[in-house]
């Protein structure tokens, strides 16, 4: 099977039990994680290995939740499910719907934290779990790595050998980003599927495989550490100031191989010579790299210090090493000679030399029989059944000489041997096998000693990535007019002439400003439909982002107060093709906002109560928005079209408006122009019936609702709680819908608390 060495069985048996998490030669660049996760009373533990380059990370956390959105960011594809999860349909479909996971069942003791614990210190070593900061309290996190662990010994065929290291990392350390945000944001695939116009496809210029997927991992887990930002932000401005540097750079990754996969390949003893040729190449461009930058701004930068971290010497000596073995034009397998240089060993030398004279030996010999015995019509041969043998054409077969000895007859001609050919012929068989047998040896004791140096490959190919995310960071960021954020601790987020990545590749964008902080910290948004809400929402979501992947930002310019993370609500057309009710949905999705938000994330809600009726719905996106406001005080983008909400920005201190303008008088005209633009205060109108009658609904529907909607609001108020500065919950005022305005008064709000009338049957008066 795809296992079988190229090296031939007749050299070694390999037997592995094929699966996804677990497949070695894999043409996919991606990363291929083998997940574990594992629940306990304590919480979730969950591990990852991808075998093809040796990373293996474990965490634990709190959650369900957490679980969901850390394996949503690994995207596995293969999971390995924990005893207590192993029956748990509610986590393992709400996984199965938006992961294209293999799951796989191992049994229970395989996750058993005593064993796990031994087993991981058999690999890492003994004092491992302790100097990463696994104590007993993360016995969910070791039993995923141990299960992980041995499901790898037992399919991976000598791989786990490349996992070297074991890295503990605290979900803390990166921005909280939900599953649904995930793929709300179109990080690396869009809401129809396909990575084509997500944000990784838009910005990814990168020149090698390792490259992207650091790239992708940067996209989806972006970091909370200002120090670690700004020194990425470092990097790619000095990269994005120096065009032709850059430029020689991308073109010497451009010739990079993959050397963590390379790596996992040595170890397992897959490798071939052309493998162990690619890492002597790209050992060789780390320093090209340096010499690239050196004497430029760009050796002052970060990025030599990036070039500069893995141990330089070692890997010169190694690549030497592999330069005096190899010659240039290895054959693809290893047993048939061909892969060594001459001098790299004098024994095989002897033999090749050799093996040349006896080969030479038979190339002439036709020659010589024609010339000493008169023969014409002779040639020498060899094949598979007969070995070397004289064959002779039929016309002149009865002049051979008396020595020749008669093995077969052919149709027009005759084989013989002699003795001498026959002595020769052992020989040679003699010399190949050794030969063989020889370069077989030193070609393994070769592929060793570069498994041996897997940590050494890892870390340059690690640099490599990095020198290769970087610029293709500052290539995208030099191309398209992007800007360094300025970032800090405090809470403001302010874009000047902002701009949404993937949106401005396609279209003549216009540029808006944004600005919130601790005083202005939850926008309302109303516009028109497709004047453009949805856009400047994402585009604030997507510049922070990008601001804590390390990269620089579409705007002129920005400041953002770093936040821990993104949460957004949007439309969910996708969901209910899923046949999952949409307003559950919406509402699971509030729900864990509202719960997992706090005063420093950034919240998106395009949206909130639209999949029920109309007096449900306002009282929802009411409440919610009192709530954010009040409670969580989380920086908060949220797009209504409840234009009643925008009467909000009176009575809660944090809140403001902001609506997208459009030229034209809706009332008067058929056409408004969207003109894309920004601007403070609320729309001055709900522009829905307007929308229905720019789609050509019937002027009598479209006057009819215009009569149905000043009738849903009479006699209808709404109380607004709190005022940010405490939000005791008092009534502060009452929002009488009639008037469009509020009218103050305990009195009156008693009365407003009165159920709200079911808009579905208000809607169906519409209908009439
Ligand atoms: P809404 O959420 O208000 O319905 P969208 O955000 O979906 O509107 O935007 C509608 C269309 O307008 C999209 O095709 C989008 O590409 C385009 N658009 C939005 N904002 C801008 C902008 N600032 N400049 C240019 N085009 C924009």
Redesign the pocket.
């Known amino acids: 099977d795809q296992f079988d060495a190229d090296d031939g069985s007749k050299y070694r048996e390999i037997t592995r039990l094929a699966s996804p998490g677990t497949l070695l030669e894999t043409t996919d660049e991606d990363a291929q994680y083998l997940a574990a996760v594992v629940k306990t009373d304590g919480g979730y533990g969950l591990a990852f290995a991808d075998i093809t380059t040796g990373r293996f990370l474990v965490t634990a956390v709190d959650d369900a939740d957490a679980a969901h959105a850390e394996l949503y960011r690994f995207s596995p594809t293969e999971l390995l499910p924990g005893p207590e999860l192993s029956n748990d349909d509610t986590f393992l479909n709400r996984l199965r719907e938006r992961l294209d996971a293999t799951h796989t069942l191992r049994p229970t003791d395989e996750f058993g934290p005593a064993r796990a614990r031994h087993r991981l210190r058999e690999q890492f070593g003994k004092e491992t779990l302790e100097s990463i900061g696994l104590t007993d309290r993360d016995s969910p996190a070791v039993g995923a790595a141990g299960a992980v662990l041995a499901y790898v010994e037992e399919t991976g065929a000598g791989v786990s050998a490349a996992m070297s290291r074991l890295q503990h990392y605290q979900p803390s350390d990166h921005l909280d980003l939900d599953a649904t945000t995930q793929r709300n944001l179109e990080l690396v695939e869009t809401m129809q599927g396909g990575a084509s116009g997500s944000l990784f496809d838009t910005v990814d210029a990168t020149a090698s495989s390792p490259g992207r997927r650091l790239l992708r991992e940067w996209l989806t887990r972006p970091r909370r550490d200002r120090n670690e930002l700004n020194r990425r932000h470092d990097a790619v401005e000095a990269l994005a100031a120096a065009a032709l540097v850059r430029e020689r750079l991308r073109e010497t990754l451009a010739d990079v191989y993959d050397l963590e996969r390379l790596a996992s390949k040595a170890t397992s003893g897959s490798a071939d010579a052309g493998n162990l040729l690619s890492v002597k190449q790209t050992l060789a461009t780390l320093p090209t790299l340096e010499e690239a930058i050196a004497g430029t701004p760009l050796a002052d930068s970060p990025l030599a210090a990036v070039l500069a971290r893995p141990n330089r010497e070692a890997a010169a000596t190694l690549r030497t090493e592999l330069d005096e073995a190899l010659r240039e034009d290895p054959p693809k397998t290893v047993t048939q000679g061909g892969i060594f240089r001459t001098g790299y060993d004098d024994e095989l030398d002897e033999l090749i030399e050799r093996h040349e004279e006896l080969e030479g030996y038979f190339e002439s010999l036709a020659e010589r029989e024609k010339q000493n015995h008169g023969l014409s019509h002779v040639s020498v041969d060899r094949n598979t059944t007969d070995g070397y043998y004289i064959q002779v054409g039929r016309s002149v077969a009865d002049q051979v000489p008396d020595h020749y000895r008669h093995v077969k007859t052919l149709k027009n001609s005759k084989r013989f041997v002699t003795d001498e050919l026959e002595e020769k012929e052992r020989e040679i068989m003699r010399v190949e096998e050794a030969r063989g047998d020889l370069e077989y040896e030193l070609f393994q004791a070769l592929r060793e000693r570069v498994a041996a140096e897997a940590e050494l490959l890892q870390d340059v190919g690690r640099a490599v990535a990095e020198v290769d995310a970087l610029a293709s960071l500052a290539h995208h960021a030099a191309n398209n007019d992007w800007t360094r954020p300025e970032l800090t601790d405090g809470d403001a987020l302010r874009v000047e002439a902002g701009r949404h990545p993937v949106?401005e590749t396609t279209?003549?964008?216009?540029p808006?400003d944004l600005y919130l902080d601790r005083d202005r910290r939850f926008l309302i948004v109303t516009?028109p439909?497709?004047?453009?809400?949805?856009?400047?929402m994402r585009q604030a979501a997507l510049i922070t982002l990008l601001a804590q992947a390390g990269s620089f930002v579409p705007a002129r310019s920005a400041e953002i107060g770093l936040v821990d993370g993104i949460y957004t609500r949007v439309g969910a057309l996708d969901e209910l093709a899923q046949g999952r009710s949409t307003f559950m949905v919406e509402m699971q999705e509030l729900s864990n906002i509202l719960h997992s938000a706090t005063e420093d994330s950034l919240v998106i809600l395009d949206e909130v109560g639209r999949g029920t009726a109309t007096y449900d719905g306002i009282s929802i996106a009411w409440a919610a928005t009192e709530y954010l406001h009040n409670e969580v005080q989380a920086k908060t983008l949220f797009?209504t079209h409840y234009h009643e909400l925008t009467t909000l920005a009176d009575h809660l201190d944090g809140v403001a408006n902001v609506h997208?303008a459009v030229d034209g008088d809706p009332d008067a005209e058929r056409d408004v122009t969207f003109l894309?633009t920004v601007r403070d205060g609320p729309t001055d109108r709900s522009y829905g019936i307007h929308v229905a009658d720019l789609a050509g609904v019937p002027r009598p529907v479209v006057d009819r609702a215009d009569g149905v909607l000043d009738k849903l609001r009479e006699e209808k108020a709404i109380e607004a709680r709190g005022s940010g500065n405490g939000g005791s919950g008092t009534t502060q005022a009452v929002f009488d819908l009639t008037s469009g305005s509020f009218a103050g008064g305990e009195n009156e709000a008693e009365q407003a608390a009165e159920p709200a009338t079911d808009g579905s049957g208000s809607s169906s008066e519409a209908a009439t």
């Open positions: 949106v279209t003549e964008f216009v808006n516009g439909n497709m004047s453009g809400k949805s856009t400047y797009a997208i894309r």
